[in-house]
């Protein structure tokens, strides 16, 4: 306790590594019954969610990420869920700010909420370390029985939350479907992309993470939940016997194709050894690379052996491709 308690003060300090987090997901399924709409339905669900977040405490996790409307009962008629919702107002939040504080620790609460105007909102309100809100997303892509039948309007941007450890990014189920918000973060580059969900996203998890060169985590509400690398390999995922899973994450990393690059990612680990991580998932032709030392950053490995980053290369070959002397002139 006594460890724990001085690592707690680092962290809200600032002092812990920021490029290495532990990440937490909990794929929790959505809470049964219905206890109706007043305080017992508010109370049973703050239980419930006491009992998912003592299930990762013991992992000292930087970020705890849950799945899509999470605190809402399947069971409640569209007339009382709405009604709950009121009721509930931001006492569920304000639970999670708590254990946000306690722990010393990042939690995200995706939730409906009402807007001033009696619209509502599917969103992600991120909660720091102290437990206070620091950013919210409110979900682009709505289906659209959300809209028509619970009144949800679309959100309509695609922010970064600021934390300690690097910028985040957010996506919230349907909006896993369509490029124009992955294009906003594709060249934002969040160091990581959270994606609460009711809907897995199958082979689109893997290809986001690629396309926007950030760790995912994904938190699926009864479904199979990972964390991914920015090439896409899953560092860690909930089973059939656990609903959440942790890692720990490197955000110091970046991405490199292997043309032109491998002598010099020879020469990379020939110097420093197990102080650089050079991660091939396979047929994919990119590798990530990864500092493993104090002494310098990923950034530094790349300048030093000067490799050349994948959207470098990208933008190389399509500069190639796009000069007339290099183009088919054939009618």
Known sequence: ??????IQGLRKQGHIMANRIKIATIGAKAKTGNPGTGDPA???MMAHWRSRFDQVWPDQPDIVVVPECCDRYPAHSPEERRTYYRH??????DFFAQMANEHSCYITYPAVREMSDGSWRNSLQ????????????????????ETTEAGILCGSDAPLIECDFGRVGAVICFDLNFSEIRQRYEQARPDLLIFPSMYHGGLMQ???AYACRAHLVTAVCG???????????????????????????NLDCQLAHLDFNWDKLRAMRARYGTEVSVFDPGYLGSVLISSESEERSSADLVAEFGVELLDDYMRRSMAHRNDSDNVDKMP
């Open 206 to 208: 893997a290809y986001w």
């Open 126 to 145: 991120m909660l720091d370390r102290n437990g206070d809100l620091i950013g919210v997303y409110d979900k682009n892509f709505p289906v659209i029985t």
């Open 1 to 6: 306790e006594h460890v724990f308690s001085i």
């Open 223 to 249: 479904l199979s939940s990972a964390i991914l690398s920015p090439v896409g390999n899953e560092l860690a995922s909930t089973t059939n016997y656990f609903d959440f899973a942790v890692a720990e994450v």
């Open 88 to 93: 509930r107002g931001d006492s569920i939040r």
């Open 42 to 44: 508010v109370e049973a």
